[in-house]
């Protein structure tokens, strides 16, 4: 994963550093042998540039450097290694260098740019194919996972709406069960008031009756 963010922030740089092409400028290129008998080939420059490495029918190894262009000191160097056939350096007509290398196995030589802004970054024929593609994957798959989880923050929000309405509708319904039920006592208490009202009224117009009866003898 570290190594895969790492390709990430060189593609990224490769493809920002187009709009200082001109100011990248290619000032040594280092052969460096290895206990494996392949080769790293060092180049210190300003900034790293994009390489496309390829093998020519002959065994020798191009790399082709894009948006760079040669410093006028630049050396060539050796270190631990006598088997170096040919190193040729040459500008390119679309601001480019290429780099022509003979020699034994070359072609499992790993590309190192050493920059005065950054550490080493190392780049060869499998980054440049293989992890590219993976970090198209990983960006792919950073936008399927972002529209997952906005489809599911919608899908959170839709069901939150849909409970907040069953709480209000079970709500109401609550309010207007219980104004209801209050009605009909208040409804109740009514009636009983205005029956006791009736009955105390025959009440009194009987004893009136009586009295009357009474008097009346």
Avoid: C, W
């Amino acid at each position: 994963m570290k190594k895969l963010l790492i390709n990430f922030v060189l593609l990224v740089t490769l493809i920002t550093s187009a709009a200082y092409a001109a100011d990248n400028s290619l000032n040594s290129v280092i052969i460096e042998g290895t206990s494996t008998g392949a080769y790293n080939i060092i180049l210190r420059s300003d900034r790293v540039a994009n390489v496309r490495k390829t093998v020519q029918e002959d065994g020798t190894l191009l790399l082709e450097l894009k948006n760079i262009s040669t410093s006028l000191n630049l050396d060539t160097k050796y270190v631990n290694t006598n088997k170096i056939d040919n190193v040729v350096v040459e500008n390119t007509s679309n601001n480019g260098v290429n780099i022509y290398i003979q020699a034994p196995d070359v072609e499992k030589s790993d590309i190192i740019f050493d920059t005065p802004a950054a550490p080493p970054v190392v780049v060869s024929d499998r980054i440049t194919k293989k992890e590219i593609s993976l970090i198209a994957a990983a960006f792919i798959l950073i936008l399927l996972t972002t529209g997952s989880f906005k489809k599911s923050v919608e899908n959170d929000a839709k069901e939150t709406f849909k409970n907040d309405l069953a709480e209000r509708e079970i709500k109401f319904y609550k309010d207007y069960k219980s104004d209801i039920i209050a009605s009909a006592k208040i409804d109740h208490k009514i009636r009983e008031r205005l029956a006791k009202a009736r009955i105390a009224n025959i009440t009194q117009k009987a004893d009136t009756l009586r009295t009357l009866q009474r008097m009346s003898k």
